[in-house]
């Protein structure tokens, strides 16, 4: 449901995919259309969920109606009775088959009426299902022995008004959370407006507002307060925001990667921008670097150029395959800087992969390096593919002994 709302809840201000800083918020109509058609799934659900667990309490106590019938007819001929044949007279067991037999009428009636005072009937279930434990656990424990087979008599009512509660709590838990939706969507719709009016600092200061007075989030509000703080450099509510997604196990989208991603590396912390662009493609999202605009390709580009330069060719390598094995086609030029960076970190063997598939990509000054790296401290075993690769771009044998001389 939140996964839906995001893609509904954000629209690219001029139609195309360029850059994540276009995305605008629907307008107030669709947003209040959007939370009315959540708030009557949700309230349909719960309709049904009440019902379900009503229909199953509603047979318990049917059961426990005609146990105490047959009781009355033929004493003591149910197994489940005849222990207590000895301990305790045969009105008693009617008494408590009809005592928890209401208990459970009490929590049917609560979970039905879905109301504010419905919870009183489902704490009178637990009331009456209480003193029905203790009655069949006193007499279980007179018996020679403990009968665990008929452990569902003392348990039964009272499972039954504990489970009117916590199904009671969950779906009003659930509605409530898409009650705070309106009043969180109405946050977002000024907080944006607020940013792209270049007005960052009181953006800043509503969504702080805003994460102060409330504890329900979802993943559009959390993406219009990681922007926000994203834009105006503030790490620690960057992280913060992270945290609370983590505890409210909201799973991150294209959009939050995105926003991350550029701002570790505008903040110049690439190890990190690294990791957010590894975890979104291990997560199956599309790297928006590979989207086909220009601002977007350069960004892929300068974080895959700036790990190299920081000492981390390896992650360098890795972003760069990310891009290659998607389903985007990237521009030539990736494959020349990758090959600048693992042959300056003399990590020949990778070299040798981004050579072997796009040497007909690659200007012949940088084929030339590599050349002369490999013949000087490549794998000597991987010689005659490196001929072979090199064969295939319009190099011959005599120019690559050449270097090697």
């Known amino acids: 449901m939140a996964t839906t709302a995001t893609r509904r809840w954000w629209r690219r201000h001029d139609g195309g995919d360029d850059d994540p800083d276009d995305l605008v918020p629907m307008d107030t109509q669709e947003q209040e259309e959007l939370v009315r058609s959540l708030e009557a799934k949700q309230a349909q659900q719960s309709r049904r969920w009440r019902r379900v667990f009503a229909g199953f309490l509603l047979g318990y106590a049917a059961f426990l109606v005609y146990s105490s019938f047959h009781h009355a007819w033929s004493p003591w001929e149910l197994w489940y009775h005849a222990y207590f044949m000895e301990d305790l007279p045969a009105p008693m067991v009617i008494i408590a088959d009809w005592i928890a037999a209401l208990a459970c009428l009490f929590a049917v009636k609560g979970l039905l009426q879905n109301s504010g005072p419905s919870k009183k009937w489902m704490w009178y279930s637990c009331y009456i299902g209480i003193l029905v434990a203790i009655f069949w656990t006193y007499y279980i424990l007179r018996l020679p022995r403990i009968r665990w087979d008929v452990a569902w008599l003392p348990l039964g ?61 979802d993943l559009v509000m959390l993406n219009t307060s990681l922007r926000t703080y994203c834009n105006t450099n503030d790490m620690e509510s960057v992280m913060r925001m992270l945290k609370k997604m983590d505890e409210l196990n909201i799973s991150p989208d294209n959009i939050t990667f995105n926003t991350l991603i550029r701002y570790f590396f505008n903040s110049k912390v690439y190890h990190l921008a690294y990791k957010t662009a590894e975890d979104m493609h291990t997560k199956g999202h599309q790297l928006n670097e590979v989207f086909g605009s220009r601002k977007s390709f350069e960004l892929c580009s300068h974080v895959m150029v700036q790990l190299g330069k920081t000492g981390f060719p390896s992650e360098a390598f890795s972003v760069y395959n990310m891009l290659t094995y998607s389903k985007r086609t990237v521009h030539k030029s990736l494959h020349e800087k990758a090959l600048g960076i693992l042959v300056a970190a003399e990590l020949l063997k990778e070299a040798y992969i981004v050579v072997k598939d796009n040497a007909d990509l690659i200007s012949p000054s940088s084929l030339e390096k590599f050349a002369k790296s490999f013949m000087v401290l490549g794998n000597i075993n991987l010689i005659n593919d490196v001929m072979k690769a090199l064969n295939r771009s319009g190099w011959r044998i005599s120019q690559v002994m050449v270097l090697y001389l």
């Open 157 to 217: 009512p009272l499972m039954a008004g504990a489970l009117s509660l916590y199904v009671d709590h969950v779906l009003l838990e659930s509605m409530q959370n898409i009650s705070t939706l309106r009043n969180g969507y109405a946050f977002s719709i000024m907080i944006s407006a607020l940013h792209r009016g270049g007005h960052h600092e009181e953006s800043k200061q509503l969504a702080k507002e805003f994460e102060s007075e409330n504890a329900s989030y």
